[in-house]
């Protein structure tokens, strides 16, 4: 009887842990708030190589034709980052943190903060970071394997990415804006930077495989 209920004690006993607030898990949720403040005002330039339209057409072609640089804001990579590192829950709890603080303290978003931050085309991004926390770190909960990673990014960058546009949608009919303005911003926003959101989230995240293992072995 006793060592068959040994491992339901086990599972008892880590359950309960996990829900326990520490000083070092609040000390490290509130530095990965800080960490998507930061990622909102910096920006990466990615230079890598491109095949030139006028390739096959005989152009004079320069070195500088085979590279293309693109201006990467990398804040949904990061938020990846938070939810493979801090996990499901205390993820949620930092984008959460993020979000009020951007609408009541202190303006830490891109174009300002405030309550009526809201009404803002992009913050449908800023609140899908919640599920797509709540999803990558449900997958990721099973554990960090190749397919689970790559299955947490999958899931994670379009969630952000598909509530964004819907919100982006609603809050250009409130503003009756025209179909040209609701293209060119689903180009500028979700067009080709969901490829770079796709590797660079997939590349923190394998890292926060690594620094969760670190970090945590400490706690």
Same mark, same amino acid.
């Given at each position: 009887?006793?060592?068959?209920? #040994?491992?339901?004690?086990?599972?008892?006993?880590?359950?309960?842990?996990?829900?326990?607030? =520490?000083?070092?898990?609040?000390?490290?949720?509130?530095?990965?708030? @800080?960490?998507?403040?930061?990622? =909102?005002?910096?920006?990466?330039?990615? =230079?890598?190589?491109?095949?030139?339209?006028?390739?096959?057409?005989?152009?004079?072609?320069?070195?500088?034709?085979?590279?293309?640089?693109?201006?990467?804001?990398?804040?949904?990579?990061?938020?990846?980052?938070?939810?493979?590192?801090?996990?499901?829950?205390?993820?949620?709890?930092?984008?959460?943190?993020?979000?009020?603080?951007?609408?009541?303290?202190?303006?830490?978003?891109?174009?300002?903060?405030?309550?009526?931050?809201?009404?803002?085309?992009?913050?449908?991004?800023?609140?899908?970071?919640?599920?797509?926390?709540? @999803?990558?770190?449900?997958?990721?909960?099973?554990? @960090? =394997?190749?397919?689970?990673?790559?299955?947490?990014?999958?899931?994670?960058?379009?969630?952000?990415?598909? &509530?964004?546009?819907?919100?982006?949608?609603?809050?250009?009919?409130? #503003?009756?804006?025209?179909?040209?303005?609701?293209?060119?911003?689903? @180009?500028?926003?979700?067009?080709?930077?969901? &490829?770079?959101?796709?590797?660079?989230?997939?590349?923190?995240?394998?890292?926060?495989?690594?620094?969760?293992?670190?970090?945590?072995?400490?706690?």
């Amino acid at each position: 009887m006793i060592k068959a209920a #040994k491992p339901k004690i086990r599972v008892v006993k880590k359950q309960i842990e996990g829900i326990r607030l =520490t000083f070092g898990s609040i000390l490290l949720v509130l530095c990965c708030a @800080f960490l998507l403040v930061l990622s =909102t005002f910096v920006q990466l330039n990615v =230079t890598h190589f491109i095949i030139p339209k006028g390739l096959f057409s005989g152009a004079n072609l320069q070195i500088s034709d085979f590279l293309h640089t693109y201006r990467l804001i990398p804040q949904i990579p990061v938020v990846m980052f938070v939810g493979a590192f801090l996990g499901k829950k205390y993820g949620i709890a930092c984008i959460l943190l993020y979000i009020l603080t951007g609408l009541f303290i202190i303006p830490v978003f891109a174009l300002g903060g405030g309550p009526k931050y809201i009404f803002e085309y992009g913050f449908g991004y800023i609140l899908a970071y919640i599920p797509a926390v709540f @999803f990558a770190g449900s997958i990721l909960k099973s554990g @960090f =394997t190749n397919r689970n990673m790559l299955h947490a990014v999958l899931v994670g960058v379009l969630t952000i990415h598909i &509530i964004g546009i819907l919100y982006m949608l609603f809050i250009a009919g409130l #503003k009756h804006e025209g179909t040209a303005f609701m293209w060119g911003w689903i @180009f500028a926003q979700s067009g080709v930077k969901i &490829i770079y959101d796709f590797i660079f989230s997939f590349a923190l995240v394998f890292i926060a495989k690594y620094a969760k293992i670190i970090l945590w072995f400490f706690m």
